[in-house]
């Protein structure tokens, strides 16, 4: 069991981390900061994007990662703190997936990849889960959704999604 102590320590740590790693709040919850976008240029479709970007991303207690759709696919990279439980869904075969993010070797996995056009939420399980997000092409926010925008989205939470509607 924690002592007092250590409790206090780790509800300071989020706080402590956002300062340090100079995070701003992101539209989807938490925070975030990027940290690299490449300069090498790739085109997707019609569009020229960055071949790569990677952010800091930190989701406190109570804070959710709201349900979201990006083009790119999307690695995870667990860096410290607790856990962090990340939903995805593929809406072509309506599948569900959970992945616990964590430290190897703690009932989890660091890295986990979310492929272009899958949704995705994330929450803590804990105080606080600092993650890293990269993304190839690189994330422009143009090719970034809220699922809750989407047309008859309502329809996933009556089914397989019915226990993450709080995520959106």
């Excluded at 790119?72 to 569900?96: C, I, K, M, N, Q």
């Excluded at 993304?135 to 959704?145: A, L, N, Q, W």
Aim: aromatic share 10%; hydrophobic share 35%.
């Amino acid at each position: 069991m924690s002592s007092p102590r250590s409790d206090t320590r780790a509800g300071a740590r989020p706080a402590e981390l956002i300062s340090q790693l100079a995070l701003q709040p992101h539209p989807e919850g938490g925070h975030f900061r990027e940290v690299h976008r490449s300069g090498v240029r790739v085109s997707r479709g019609d569009a020229d994007r960055s071949a790569l970007t990677t952010i800091y991303f930190l989701l406190r207690a109570g804070e959710r990662s709201r349900w979201h759709i990006v083009s790119s696919d999307e690695a995870w990279h667990f860096y410290e703190g607790d856990p962090l439980e990340l939903v995805t869904f593929d809406p072509a075969r309506r599948l569900v997936q959970r992945a616990r993010l964590s430290r190897d070797g703690s009932g989890g996995q660091s890295v986990f990849v979310v492929p272009a056009g899958w949704w995705q939420a994330t929450r803590p399980v804990g105080q606080y889960g600092l993650a890293g997000c990269t993304v190839g092409p690189g994330f422009e926010f143009e090719d970034f959704r809220f699922v809750a925008d989407e047309p008859d989205h309502g329809e996933m939470f009556d089914g397989p999604l019915a226990g993450y509607r709080d995520l959106l």
